[in-house]
């Protein structure tokens, strides 16, 4: 492996990257010291930065699907909206204040206008950036941080949060209660204290690749295992549940749902057994070069950053057990991930975020 590019900018830990997926070798990077940085990877410098946080650190960042010159960040419990065409100024288009909580995520609608912000009480705001309102608050799903959130590109009105409290909420956000929570801390994990099964992050694939790589969801847990879930069979046994028991509350459904689902629909558990992170999963992602999605990519507190090629034993039924090769890289680290990302080019396509202030950005694949 050759020595990772290093990008320069930020004067504490780096919390976050984003790159374009339009605009290959475009990413943006935040960090603790409230600063957004720009580079085009291509060119040797930085482009330009941002101070947004005021010293405060910035926990977020998504571009706007569809206009990534419009970029959100959030900090504290605040969602802030730039537009990159302004450089000179970079006067805010808009605030979002409804969090009561500091933020942990910020993720916008594919095909829609709306945004979540999933925050430390537990609860995720759901704004319309275009009637610029609050259009619902999601709560009662977890009973304490809300570290993730996605919307679920394929499905109009649902979203996907975990938490620290070991659970992962799928919710119908225009009624605002959960169809479906799974709880990872239950059976065999029930009661662990030591790298407890807190999800820290998840990611859902994008609609360009959604049908090769299934209607999945992947969880980085604190127990180190990285899952990828089969939604489907989720939404079809609630549907199936719902059916068959109509008055069933969502206290109820939600006391009800709560089954380990590392077993289940072939649901894939890779952990330290395959070669896995040995402590917590902090981040996810879906590779965007080459053949999109066919790597998940994730980092971890155990300095270290696994390349699977998971499909192999997606495609094949196979369990953990039986598939050694579906590790096919390990890239070793001096420090702990935050964050990383993929670009869509061959080479420099994975940026990492650590606990330093320098982003280093690999070449994988």
């Known amino acids: 492996m050759t020595e990772p590019r290093r990008l320069r900018g930020h004067s504490a830990a780096a919390t976050?990257?984003?790159?374009?997926?339009?605009?290959?070798?475009?990413?943006?990077?935040?960090a603790e010291d409230?600063?957004?940085?720009?580079?085009?990877?291509?060119?040797?410098?930085?482009?330009?930065?941002?101070?947004?946080?005021?010293?405060?650190?910035v926990s977020s960042l998504c571009f706007k699907p569809g206009n990534e010159e419009i970029i959100y960040i959030s900090v504290e419990n605040e969602v802030k909206c730039f537009d990159l065409h302004m450089t000179n100024s970079w006067k805010q288009l808009e605030s979002y204040n409804y969090n009561k909580d500091e933020i942990n995520q910020i993720a916008c609608h594919p095909k829609s206008s709306f945004l979540a912000a999933a925050d430390d009480a537990g609860d995720v705001k759901i704004i319309d950036v275009h009637q610029r309102c609050l259009y619902k608050t999601l709560r009662a799903g977890h009973q304490s941080i809300c570290s993730s959130v996605q919307f679920l590109p394929w499905r109009s009105w649902e979203v996907i949060t975990g938490?620290?409290?070991?659970?992962?909420?799928l919710w119908d956000f225009s009624k605002g209660r959960?169809?479906?929570?799974?709880?990872?801390?239950?059976?065999?994990?029930?009661?662990?204290?030591?790298?407890?099964?807190?999800?820290?992050?998840?990611?859902?694939?994008?609609?360009?690749?959604?049908?090769?790589?299934?209607?999945?969801?992947?969880?980085?847990?604190?127990?180190?295992?990285?899952?990828?879930i089969n939604l489907e069979p989720e939404h079809a046994a609630q549907k199936s549940k719902n059916s068959s028991k109509p008055k069933m509350g969502t206290k109820s459904l939600a006391k009800a749902d709560s089954p380990t689902v590392d077993q289940n629909d072939r649901n894939l558990h890779l952990d330290y057994s395959m070669g896995g992170h040995v402590t917590a999963v902090s981040c996810v992602s879906f590779s965007m070069f080459g053949e999109k999605g066919k790597f998940i990519i994730s980092g971890g507190n155990d300095k270290s950053v696994k390349v699977w090629d998971w499909k192999k034993s997606h495609d094949g039924g196979q369990t953990s057990n039986g598939s050694s090769d579906i590790l096919c890289s390990s890239i070793t680290l001096s420090r702990k991930v935050n964050w990383l990302c993929t670009t869509p080019s061959d080479s420099e396509n994975l940026v990492v975020c650590d606990t330093s202030k320098l982003v280093k950005v690999h070449t994988v694949g």
Not at 193 to 205: D, K, M, Q, R, T
């Open 16 to 30: 976050c990257c984003i790159a374009s997926r339009v605009r290959p070798g475009f990413i943006a990077t935040a």
């Open 178 to 228: 959960p169809n479906k929570i799974m709880d990872f801390g239950s059976g065999a994990n029930a009661g662990q204290c030591y790298n407890p099964a807190f999800v820290h992050a998840l990611v859902v694939p994008d609609l360009d690749f959604v049908d090769n790589v299934g209607k999945i969801c992947v969880v980085a847990r604190g127990d180190g295992v990285v899952n990828v």
């Open 34 to 57: 409230g600063r957004v940085c720009f580079y085009d990877l291509r060119c040797k410098d930085m482009l330009f930065s941002m101070d947004v946080g005021d010293g405060n650190p």
């Open 163 to 169: 938490g620290l409290d070991s659970k992962l909420a």
